[in-house]
């Protein structure tokens, strides 16, 4: 993956919601971010033991999607993702190149704090090239 490039992975985590109601949401989600278009790559995380799935934790929950987004589309990225959330449980995956984060929390909130770990992510990959 290039390092202009952020791959995320996202799910519901409310335990209220069975398998089924999370996999409904998920669907229709996965619908509005295809028609909305920021990102370069999206799709179902069916295979809940992939690699990156493990590796964020995610592995527990049913649901779950991976997107690529381009970094100059992240922040709109985030935007719609965080409406689409609004005050529900949500956990994000956030990888650029070697380093990733893990974000547990609300909605907006949890939403806001993966586009500034990219922002983040990003910038310190941009000095570590600036400093060979």
């Known amino acids: ?5 952020v791959e995320v992975t ?3 985590d409310d335990p209220s919601l069975d398998d089924y109601e999370r996999q409904e949401f998920t669907k229709k989600l ?6 909305q278009g920021d990102a370069e790559s999206l799709e179902r995380t069916d295979d809940l033991g992939s690699e990156v799935v493990s590796k964020s934790g995610i592995d527990k929950l049913v649901g779950a999607l991976t997107a690529e ?12 993702v ?5 005050e529900k449980p949500i956990e994000v995956h956030v990888k650029i190149g070697d380093r990733e984060v893990t974000i547990k929390g609300t909605g907006e909130k949890a939403i806001a704090q993966a586009k500034q770990a990219a922002i983040d992510i990003q910038s310190a990959l941009r000095g570590d090239a600036a400093n060979g």
């Open 10 to 12: 996202f799910a519901l």
């Open 69 to 80: 987004v381009k970094f100059d589309k992240v922040i709109s990225f985030f935007g719609f």
């Open 1 to 5: 993956m290039s390092e202009s490039l």
């Open 82 to 86: 965080g409406e689409k959330f609004a």
């Open 30 to 35: 996965l619908k509005q971010l295809r028609e």
